[in-house]
């Protein structure tokens, strides 16, 4: 089952007065892209929370989110370590002391000192990590749904025009044979009109006939198209990265409609693989939104 690249997610986790919400979205994009928005506290465990999210979503611009809740209020930072706020205080009236300064020690002098008033994470962090993880995991599972829907949209109108490209394929070759026959049969007789001694050289004459129709068969393209359509049918049954290799056969496909193109004699041909163009590019389209 193929998904959609784009979804978004909600998930949930609570014990006692905490509580965590994840919020996830994805958007596309050619290779994975994470963007994180955690708590200070988590941010020691950054990392730890990057790996999991790429272990379970391999392509798209991804945006999470994490808040965790003690009561009614969110937690924003870290306990305070009051024995580093005195710390700092003394530090703060020694220099005054030193300087014979008389000024009073404000609250914006003591903010200077901030990043010492914390304590360490990873206790706070290790204790609420498994409620961290179960509300990701949540909100990726809830993503999910949505992309895997989008993505059986998806797959139901590309099968449709690999379904009709397939049909056109088959109407090509049904009528190849008689549109080569006819053109150079058209052929022969003007080359007979116009070389007067040809007519006396019909071996010259087929062989030169019989190295146009082989630059003009269009059978080699056909056989060759209709493989890459039955290994991008065989892709869309994996979920293992096939937007991109659904990207890569296309491009074959289209290569070959284009070689048809610039083969075709008659009109039939010529608008079939104009069809074929067409419809590789609607593809190409949808599967741009492909994870």
Do not use: W
């Amino acid at each position: 089952m193929i998904s959609s690249m784009t979804g978004y997610g909600k998930g949930y986790a609570q014990e006692k007065d905490l509580s965590v919400e994840a919020e996830i979205k994805s958007l596309n994009n050619r290779y994975l892209d994470l963007s994180l928005r955690l708590p200070k506290f988590l941010a020691a465990k950054e990392f730890e929370l990057r790996e999991k999210v790429k272990s379970r979503i391999k392509r798209g611009k991804i945006y999470l989110s994490v808040s965790v809740r003690r009561g009614e209020l969110e937690e924003k930072s870290n306990e305070v370590d009051t024995a580093s706020v005195k710390y700092a205080l003394k530090i703060l009236k020694d220099i005054r002391k030193a300087s014979g300064l008389k000024n009073k020690i404000s609250f914006s002098d003591l903010m200077l000192f901030q990043n010492m008033f914390f304590k360490e994470d990873d206790e706070q962090a290790g204790t609420e990590m498994i409620l961290i993880e179960k509300a990701i995991d949540a909100a990726i599972d809830d993503m999910n749904k949505m992309r895997e829907a989008e993505g059986r949209e998806l797959e139901k109108d590309i099968r449709s025009r690999i379904n009709h490209i397939d049909q056109v394929i088959a109407k090509i070759e049904k009528v190849k044979e008689e549109s080569l026959k006819t053109y150079f049969e058209r052929f022969k007789e003007k080359a007979k009109q116009l070389t007067k001694d040809i007519v006396d050289n019909d071996q010259r004459l087929f062989t030169e006939l019989a190295i146009l129709s082989e630059r003009y068969d269009v059978t080699e393209e056909c056989i060759r198209l209709k493989s890459h359509i039955k290994m991008f049918l065989d892709t869309l049954e994996q979920s293992d990265d096939a937007g991109r290799r659904l990207n890569f056969i296309l491009r074959e496909m289209n290569r070959e409609a284009n070689t048809i193109n610039s083969k075709a004699i008659a009109s039939d041909i010529s608008h079939s693989g104009i069809y074929i163009k067409e419809e590789i590019e609607k593809i190409r389209e949808q599967i741009q939104n492909i994870e």
